[in-house]
């Protein structure tokens, strides 16, 4: 996926032009990838950029940190500020935002924790990440080879940078057999998701996703798949989910911030149901593309860019 470039990136306080953001080569989390980030969406509405769910995603970056000993030398609300700040000087509409936060120079050592920590926000231009044609008629993924990172090996709650070559063994590989998308199984053996999306499996007319035990990162848009579901009056359990659940299930969707709600239509080349995306995946999806765009937002999950 090609990065479309903007103006500015926001390091460590100031906003510095896209190519001068640059960081050691020695720097910890180029050795070790002792980082943690959030990938966060902004929409265009009638009341200008709103960025989805920011406060959660920038919750969920702290924790990630705490989990890995970093302190990150920024408040929330200063994150907060500097994000919105960077969508109005690079005149984002629809975009994509990462917040970085990593260990910088001044040891090999795999204890980094003396090393200055430091934190930058990019943000650019972004459309569906899996294709526009995913979002209607669904995408064909495969079970991994790959098991998902075990509970006391490295921890999924962490969106943390050295997480995601678990997540590129698996792509990678479902890339190289013609697939869209991987999805992991747990160390148990039970479905525990995408390497970058949250699964959700519905059957005879309940939502099932795997627990939080099941080695998954704690998305925010399942969260916000969950409360749609439940405000549609459909009924969601966390279940953990052998695998061939995803063969005889009536619908199976993805969800995740660059993913946003995506209907499955294959699994290991067996038709999802009759192949095409289902009524409750599609009634999920409406639900969540009006919140985006501003036409209604039960929740107040949209944080406004220009008040
Ligand atoms: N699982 C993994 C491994 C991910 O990388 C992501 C994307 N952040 C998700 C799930 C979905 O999380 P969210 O909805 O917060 O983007």
Known sequence: MPIKEAKYIWMSGEFVPWWDAKIHVLSHVVQYGSGVFEGIRSYDTPKGPAIFR?????????????????????????????????????????SYIRPIVYRGYGTIHPDGSEVKVEASIIAFDLGKFLGDKGVNEGIDVMVSSWRKIAPDTI?????ADGN????????????SYGFNEAILLDNFGFVSEGSGENIFVVKDGVILTPPVSSSILEGITRDSVIKISRDLGIEVRYENMPRELLYVADEVFFSGTAAEVIPIRSVDN??????????????????????????????????????
């Open 164 to 175: 995601y070559l678990n997540s590129q063994l698996a792509v990678m590989e479902a890339h």
């Open 54 to 94: 920011l406060k959660d995603h920038l919750k969920r970056l702290y924790n990630s940190a705490k989990i890995y000993r970093i302190e990150i030398p920024f408040s929330l609300e200063q994150l907060n500020n500097a994000t919105k700040e960077l969508l109005k000087k690079n005149e984002l509409k629809n």
């Open 270 to 307: 067996i038709l999802v149901n009759n192949g095409k995306r289902g009524e409750i995946t599609r009634l999920i999806q409406e639900k969540f593309f009006k919140i985006a765009a501003g036409e209604e937002d039960t929740h107040n999950w949209l944080d406004y860019v220009n008040v």
């Open 155 to 159: 921890p999924s709650f962490a969106k």
